[in-house]
């Protein structure tokens, strides 16, 4: 079974930066699409960027368009999102996913890191 690894979260002040990255237990993801989500307690898993592990357009939730990227390592398994300018409404825990090949939807989870955006 593949594993999902997100590291970086951690508390810093509004304007900040923080740098979340994913690392699978498999070589590559090869084919697969990449994402980052968030949650808030009490509310649902919400989109937060995308990209195909192959390179191409990436997508991002219009919350944080201009100010997160969503980005790969050249060579190994683990992807990133850059999160610039952070404002208090980032707070959530961010979840890595992969939505494998044939798959409909994402299908692979990380465990979840913690960001909190103090004002």
């Known amino acids: 079974q593949v594993q999902l690894v997100e590291s970086g979260g951690g508390l810093v002040q509004a304007g900040a930066s923080l740098r979340l990255s994913c690392t699978a237990s498999?070589?590559?993801?090869?084919?697969?699409?990449m994402a980052w989500f968030r949650q808030v307690p009490g509310n649902e898993r919400e989109f937060v960027a995308s990209?195909?592990?192959?390179?191409?357009?990436?997508y991002y939730a219009d919350s944080v368009k201009g100010r997160f990227s969503i980005s790969r390592e050249r060579v190994g398994s683990t992807i990133h999102l850059q999160m610039n300018n952070l404002k208090p409404e980032d707070t959530a825990v961010y979840y890595c996913?992969?939505?494998?090949?044939?798959?409909?939807?994402?299908?692979?989870w990380g465990q979840g890191t913690q960001v909190t955006v103090s004002s």
């Open positions: 990209m195909r592990w192959s390179g191409g357009t990436t």
């Open positions: 498999q070589r590559t993801f090869s084919g697969y699409a």
């Open positions: 996913a992969a939505q494998r090949i044939g798959a409909r939807q994402y299908d692979l």
